[in-house]
């Protein structure tokens, strides 16, 4: 059994309102993992849930937005199992009291292939966020829906402390504007001077699925890189963003 929320939410972390749609589900001694990748190669990422009742298995999920029909349909808990045809596992069976759902599953053969990271793993900049500046950033991006760059930049606050500031809508010079400041960087190497610039689209609905997080973490490297990882009790998701040609 697991939370049909719960089960929700873990999928939002890597579906992101519609960017993924086919995955494949690995499953083993009760450890989900999912690794997807954005339909324009900006990010590749992963979540994992460590209990998960499904049997060892890796299943073709082809269209995650069909899935969650189904899934909405049911209440509080929810069973899954599977369909066999010989050992091929066929159909996602999910249960509550009152309904049973049949998902088809995909020939995993057909779902595309995402690599792992292999990156660097030395990061310029690094700073927990808190639920309130996850909520602030969402907002941010949500007042300049049309901005789809988010551009970042070293300033500091009044008394000359480190602040990095993410500037929506700062890709276009006559455009409307909202900065916000994040503070507690750990810095490595850091100029006095640089500008970087993401996807915001991305960035917005990565902290949109992940806003239930009790830790987050936003890491910077400044050759063009952001990773941002998230943690709940059974959940953690992991992004690695490319910066966007400005």
């Known amino acids: 059994m ?8 873990t999928i939002s972390k890597y579906y992101l309102n519609g960017l993924v749609e086919a995955v494949k589900w690995e499953i083993k ?11 324009t190669k900006e990010m590749i990422g992963e979540v994992t849930h460590t209990n998960f009742t499904l049997e060892n298995s890796t299943i073709g999920i082809s269209n995650t937005s069909q899935l969650l029909k189904l899934i909405g349909i049911t209440g509080g808990d929810v069973m899954l199992n599977y369909i066999k045809n010989n050992k091929v596992f066929t159909k996602l069976i999910i ?9 088809t599953l995909a020939d995993i053969l057909t779902i595309p292939k995402t690599g792992d990271y292999a990156g660097p793993d030395v990061y310029n900049l690094e700073t927990s966020l808190d639920k309130e500046m996850i909520l602030a950033l969402i907002k941010a991006k949500s007042a300049l829906d049309d901005s ?71 890491s910077i490297n400044l050759e ?23």
């Open 2 to 9: 697991i939370s049909k929320i719960e089960l929700q939410n």
């Open 224 to 246: 063009g890189l952001m990773k941002l990882e998230f943690e709940t009790t059974n959940v953690k998701s992991v992004y690695y963003i490319v910066q966007k040609e400005i």
């Open 95 to 103: 249960s509550d009291n009152q309904f049973t759902a049949n998902y």
């Open 29 to 39: 001694d009760k450890k989900l993992s999912v690794k997807y990748t954005s339909p």
């Open 148 to 218: 789809k760059t988010v551009m970042l930049k070293p300033t500091t606050d009044m008394e000359g402390e480190f602040l990095l500031e993410l500037i929506f809508g700062g890709d276009i010079e006559y455009s409307n504007k909202v900065s916000y400041y994040l503070p507690n960087f750990v810095k490595n190497n850091v100029p006095y001077d640089f500008t970087l610039g993401f996807s915001s689209d991305l960035l917005k609905e990565i902290l949109v699925a992940n806003k239930d997080a009790e830790k987050a973490k936003m």
